[in-house]
């Protein structure tokens, strides 16, 4: 998958209510509840596919994927919390991951809409910023949408900026709960209106949490990143510096607290950067791993972690 399939969660979009919806649920862990219609969180799901069927006429079909996707969510649960934390010689600060794999799995699963894919990606999504929060990382940044993401189908792009919009309006209340704090790391131009006012939303009423930094990549790509920067410089009149110019300049430079990643992971099978990250990531770990993106459990993400900690960081010395 490139930038476009980078990302097969990019349609994390359909993902997103259920990502920052999930997210945040499993975030705050809370104890799995019974399998029926009265759990709040089945509502949740339910909601979700309705406000996407109710955009895109042609995902009318997703609400009767709510059942499956709730018995998926329990399934991420029982994971969640039988898992039993990596010991590790040394524990990433900030992991970005490239959720590879979506649309694959569900042509595996026998979908006829490989777009449902993402909604499962999203609940892996939760599950492992869930972990990321256990172990104490400082950073979580997720490429869920790439600059190039939208040259794919009408279809899959409105899903995923229908998904984005209503999974952030509905993630508020559980976003104050778990101290997360949202940001965005992209391009502003190009998105949706309402699609980047429920972004700049959650930035604003999360911006006072002190927890986990989750980054969000939507419309994001490396090479627009760089040249917006040196957009910006000109216009800024900068012409030479001693120190280093460019990374303020970033979309990254303008996020309170970055740090570069310390381990970038991609699912999928595929071994490219997909426009991800270039500037940030020279000094980065890489794991490419197999497992497709909703395939990868706790324990596939206990393995990349530990690798990561027997490797010798020289930074060109």
């Not at 969660?9 to 920052?20: A, E, K, P, Y």
């Amino acid at each position: 998958m490139s930038p476009s399939a980078a990302c097969t969660c990019f349609t994390i979009s359909t993902l997103l209510r259920v990502l920052l919806g999930a997210l945040l649920w499993f975030m705050t862990h809370h104890a799995a509840q019974a399998s029926d219609e009265s759990d709040s969180y089945y509502q949740i799901i339910a909601n979700t596919l309705s406000g996407i069927a109710s955009e895109v006429t042609t995902a009318a079909a997703y609400p009767e994927l709510t059942a499956e996707l709730y018995r998926f969510k329990n399934q991420l649960q029982q994971e969640l919390d039988q898992f039993v934390p990596p010991i590790l010689n040394r524990t990433p600060q900030h992991i970005a991951l490239i959720l590879d794999g979506n649309r694959r799995w569900a042509d595996a699963k026998g979908y006829s809409d490989r777009s449902t894919g993402h909604l499962f990606c999203a609940l892996r999504v939760a599950q492992t910023l869930a972990i990321a929060k256990q172990l104490g990382f400082e950073q979580v940044t997720l490429y869920m949408f790439s600059t190039e993401n939208f040259k794919r189908s009408e279809h899959e792009v409105g899903v995923s900026m229908a998904l984005l919009k209503h999974s952030l309006h509905q993630a508020k209340e559980e976003l104050l709960k778990s101290d997360a704090q949202v940001r965005h790391l992209g391009r502003r131009e190009g998105l949706p209106a309402d699609a980047l006012a429920a972004i700049d939303q959650l930035v604003e009423v999360s911006s006072e949490n002190t927890g986990l930094k989750v980054n969000m990549a939507i419309n994001y790509g490396g090479t627009v990143e760089v040249e917006d920067a040196i957009r910006r410089i000109i216009s800024a009149g900068i012409q030479s510096d001693d120190q280093p110019v460019l990374p303020k300049f970033l979309y990254s430079g303008q996020l309170d607290g970055w740090t570069n990643p310390d381990l970038i992971i991609r699912t999928g099978k595929e071994k490219r950067s997909s426009n991800f990250l270039p500037m940030q990531s020279v000094y980065s770990e890489w794991s490419f791993r197999d497992e497709l993106w909703p395939d990868f459990t706790p324990e596939k993400f206990s393995e990349a972690l530990q690798d990561f900690s027997q490797r010798k960081r020289r930074y060109g010395q």
